[in-house]
């Protein structure tokens, strides 16, 4: 097992790290927004999705304990692999000013992640966390048709599309993935993506925050 501590250790082997696990949790995502989709069929369709993973049983636990490992070495390692870049920038400054082609996803990648996680808590404390015994359609219609909610929902939302604008093209980089014939390809294909997982989301808050009644 020497080399999985030695790829662990370079900067090369905590970016295939990060490029692994954000695939699963992109992978997640993906899953998740089609789930929540459900929302637009209904109430009945939407407490019919929920029922399905509860008849999961103990897969949901042992899948929630899995994801939550994934987060936690992706954060972990994208926290590393950023003071570790800042402390080996002894012309930080100078390199900044001069480099060119970085996006606003690229840019804020740390701390739209940062972001991101205290909206996981957020999101967790205001949905997994709560009283089982209400129908989680009565839940997720009373948080997010209350405006504030809304508000931090629509800028988890918006750090969410920044940080995965980036990661999807990132991690394709990091996978080899990349060639000046296929580059624009990639990029409409990561565009496509991240842009249908958002606009799942973002449908669901405005849907919600206008017709509070679509989950009655």
Known sequence: MSWVSEAGSSS????F?????????GGFLLVHAAGNSTIFWGRNAF??????LHSLGPLVPVAEIILLIIFLVHAFTGVTLFFANRQARTQQYAVAASAGGRTLGSKTMPYTGAFILLFIILHLVNV???DQSVPVADIVSKVLTHPMYT???GAGIFCLGLHISHGFWSLFQTMGVRHPRYDSFIRLISTIVCTCILAVFCLILVLLLTNSSLLA
């Open 12 to 15: 090369l082997g905590k970016k």
């Open 17 to 25: 790290i990060m490029a692994v696990t954000g695939l699963m949790l």
């Open 47 to 52: 407490l019919s999705y929920a029922e399905h």
């Open 128 to 130: 997994r966390f709560t």
């Open 151 to 153: 508000l931090l929902y």
